[in-house]
T-cell receptor, first 114, second 108 residues
Framework: DSGVTQTPKHLITATGQRVTLRCSPR?????VYWYQQSLDQGLQFLIQ???????AKGNILERFSAQQFPDLHSELNLSSLELGDSALYFC?????????????FGPGTRLTVT | GQQVMQIPQYQHVQEGEDFTTYCNSS?????IQWYKQRPGGHPVFLIQ?????EVKKQKRLTFQFGEAKKNSSLHITATQTTDVGTYFC????????FGPGTRLSVLP
């Protein structure tokens, strides 16, 4: 158990819909990262937040947005969903915002778009 | 942007054989991390390398960072079935970039 929690574990929805994925970082971690992992694929970095502020942006679609709240939990919003958005979405947290600290991954949310 | 490549993409070994995966970057890295993801699981941090030419060991695992800080390797001695999974390198820098991973299967 990494200490990072993600809800829900599974999500099935239809094309065109909007969903919100939630992540709670490890106690004391200020930074949250979001990743997308498609079937048998690597980890695509989406976005990073540090203490409520956006820190770095990766290959995140305009239909996707995220935020980190004052209590440090984060939400990833996916809208106008397409079949290709079906994937495993991981959240990770680290102690500080610098990229030189290890990331602790949550169990992931498996999104299926039908 | 920064690209991180890993070879091989897949590796099948007999239990007891050695295994090595290589990670190569198009740019000089400030640091590199290695993660392992078991089938159906989430990535788990293994180690971080920071210094040029650094070598670190964890039991049967040996990690190396190249002198030019553009490549790294992970070597597993005498693989066991518990080593099964995908090994990712991740390059630290402006953005955190994961390599595509090497999937290791170990035949008993």
């Amino acid at each position: 158990d990494s200490g990072v929690t993600q809800t829900p574990k599974h999500l099935i929805t239809a094309t065109g819909q909007r969903v919100t994925l939630r992540c709670s970082p490890r106690s004391g971690d200020l930074s949250v990262y979001w990743y997308q992992q498609s079937l048998d694929q690597g980890l695509q970095f989406l976005i990073q937040y540090y203490n409520g502020e956006e820190r770095a942006k990766g290959n995140i679609l305009e239909r996707f947005s995220a935020q980190q709240f004052p209590d440090l939990h984060s939400e990833l919003n996916l809208s106008s969903l397409e079949l290709g958005d079906s994937a495993l979405y991981f959240c990770a947290s680290s102690v500080v915002g610098a990229n030189s600290y290890e990331q602790y991954f949550g169990p992931g949310t498996r999104l299926t778009v039908t | 942007g920064q690209q991180v490549m890993q070879i091989p993409q897949y590796q099948h070994v007999q239990e007891g054989e050695d295994f090595t995966t290589y990670c190569n970057s198009s740019t000089t890295l400030s640091n590199i991390q290695w993660y392992k993801q078991r089938p159906g699981g989430h990535p788990v941090f293994l180690i971080q390398l920071v210094k040029s030419g650094e070598v670190k060991k964890q039991k049967r695992l040996t990690f190396q960072f190249g002198e030019a800080k553009k490549n790294s390797s992970l070597h597993i001695t005498a693989t066991q079935t518990t080593d099964v999974g995908t090994y990712f390198c991740a390059a630290g820098g402006q953005n955190f970039v994961f390599g595509p991973g090497t999937r290791l299967s170990v035949l008993p």
